[in-house]
């Protein structure tokens, strides 16, 4: 990556206005050296306190600048969700990576290969845009890109079991396939990820599948209708039929642990 | 543009260009045991420790580093001569280039970590690849530092 400015913005709205005049918002820079993309301008919003993970009683934001390692080693994200969004984020690479990569980035970037993706999704997470506002993942992972800045991710209290899964070749490597399914608010959330497309929800599964009918057959139904309805791709590291199979054991598992 | 590192509490004013990685500019300065590898933040070799924790310095720019600490194996001579006589006792360095950056991350460890579990430590060095050893080494060399500092 060339960047031929670099400019650290006192405040949000002086990143917006540079952002405006199409200035390129930097994330943790994991990925740096992947491309050979030009930069003109490029923001870094290190000095604006987006780094932290804060409760109150009904809910958890997390600012588009903390860390993975910060999300893995925080008490109040081990404590809430089952811990999921912590185990997601410690499975990420190596320590190193996790030091500067941020949420912000995986987000914002709605890279397929995330895990934290597809655990926000299961969790029904919110996301808050400087110029957009407050919106649900799902609209933001929907909608065409535009310019703006992530500030936080919020996540409501409102989930009583979560489970986490996913397939790596090697332990460093992006995923294979990711699962995750939450309970929230006594509904059924599945998400699956790295298809090797962004996560998705598996709408028709979560619509036909109540948690009180839980038996080890209707998970394993759960697990075939999510593997029918999502679209799975080809790429170096799996066919689409691998990740088909796969998808319905990881599912099952999810449902095994959720639900059980 | 000009930064300000303190390299191995030693403060430094740098010139370089907006773009320019950490490794690149720590080569400029005259340190030599940062080794670059894959040089996209994949194997740890480039491993060196701002404020305490370890980043791939190859794909960390410099600029981001301005005002901060930066500690290479130089910095650190007595723990990684500790670390490095386990390491060569138990024959865990063939080819060398990886340790720099192993010794680093594992001295992070000891700091970071209080009496972790044998899964804690694989967990912690996942991200520093090795491509002679097999490991077993290693592990031996730094679960026998994490006992003589506890």
Do not use: W
Request: glycine share 8%.
């Amino acid at each position: 990556m060339k960047i031929k400015e670099y400019v650290k913005p006192v405040s949000i709205e002086a990143a917006n206005e540079l952002c405006s005049k199409g200035a390129v918002v930097l994330g943790g820079g994991a990925f740096l050296n992947l491309g050979d993309k030009a930069i003109e301008t490029a923001i870094d919003l290190c000095d604006l306190e987006m780094d932290f993970v804060v409760e109150d009683e009904k809910q958890v934001e997390i600012g588009a600048m903390a860390t993975l390692r910060d999300i893995e080693k925080s008490a109040i994200l081990q404590k809430n969700f089952c811990g999921i969004l912590s185990k997601a984020a410690a499975s990420i690479m190596g320590v190193q990576v996790r030091n500067i990569a941020t949420i912000g980035g995986s987000v914002y970037g709605k890279y397929g290969f995330s895990d934290l993706l597809t655990v926000l999704l299961a969790l029904d997470a919110e996301i808050e845009l400087f110029n957009a506002g407050r919106m649900n993942l799902q609209s933001f992972l929907d909608r065409e890109p535009e310019k703006d800045i992530l500030l936080k991710i919020i996540l409501k209290k409102n989930v009583s079991r979560a489970s986490f899964t996913c397939m790596r070749k090697t332990e460093t490597d992006f995923s294979v396939l990711n699962t995750a399914m939450a309970i929230v608010e006594g509904q059924l959330r599945l998400a699956v990820g790295a298809r090797p497309g962004k996560a998705r929800l598996a709408k028709g599964a979560m619509g036909y599948f109540s948690p009180a009918d839980y038996s080890t057959k209707a998970a394993a139904a759960l697990a075939l209708l999510a593997a029918e309805e999502l679209h799975f791709g080809s790429d170096i590291r799996a066919s689409e039929e691998y990740r088909k199979e796969l998808c319905k054991t990881m599912v099952k598992r999810c449902a095994m642990e959720v639900l059980a | 543009m000009r930064i300000t590192l303190t390299i191995n509490n030693l403060k430094r004013d740098v010139e370089i260009a907006p773009g320019e990685v950490l490794y690149d500019v720590l080569k400029k300065c005259g340190i030599s045991s940062v080794k670059k590898g894959c040089g996209t933040a994949n194997c740890g070799v480039c491993t060196v420790l701002l404020n305490g924790r370890p980043i791939p310095s190859c794909s960390y720019l410099a600029v981001r580093a301005d005002g901060h600490c930066i500690t290479t194996i130089e910095g650190v001579e007595e723990e990684a001569d500790n670390i490095g006589s386990l390491m060569n006792e138990e024959g865990a360095v063939q080819c060398g280039f990886c340790t720099p950056g192993f010794l680093l991350t594992a001295i992070a460890m000891k700091r970071e970590l209080n009496n972790p579990t044998e899964e804690e430590i694989k967990s912690y060095l996942l991200g520093n690849l090795c491509r002679c050893s097999g490991y077993e080494g290693q592990m031996r060399a730094v679960k026998r530092y994490m006992e003589v500092s506890q």
